[in-house]
């Protein structure tokens, strides 16, 4: 399996970036999915998550403004970035976990949750 991010940047606040993230080497048509920032010296936090049949989560601090899915041909993870603040600047990955499960996307928000994992792209919100 292989994920691999695109997208990050540097944008003022107020502004939008969007993420997607390529994924390859599924087993099984059914998956989990999730995304996750992680900002210098803080905890990795579970940002938004989504199942093969379309279920989403998302974390309080970004519900509203950031918005999680897939492609048709489900190969592509994206995430929507809108009304960004400073505080939503940090490294951000897609996550990934093969395979049917119930618990998705009720726990997509831990990290030991997932497999796979992407290398990250960063996202930097200016004031």
């Known amino acids: 399996v292989q994920l691999v991010e695109s997208g990050g940047g540097s944008v003022q606040a107020g502004g939008s970036v969007r993420l997607s993230c390529a994924f390859t080497g599924f087993i099984y048509s059914a998956f989990c999915m999730g995304w996750f920032r992680q900002a210098p010296g803080k905890v990795r936090e579970g940002v938004a998550g989504i199942s093969s049949d379309g279920a989403t989560r998302y974390a309080d601090s970004v519900k509203g403004r950031f918005t999680v899915s897939t492609d048709n041909a489900k190969t592509t993870l994206y995430l929507q970035m809108d009304s960004l603040e400073p505080e939503d600047s940090a490294m951000y990955y897609c996550?990934?976990?093969?395979?049917?499960?119930?618990?998705?996307?009720?726990?997509?928000?831990?990290?030991?949750?997932?497999?796979?994992w992407g290398q990250g792209t960063q996202v930097t919100v200016s004031s």
């Open positions: 996550a990934a976990r093969d395979g049917f499960s119930s618990f998705c996307p009720r726990r997509s928000d831990e990290a030991s949750f997932f497999v796979f």
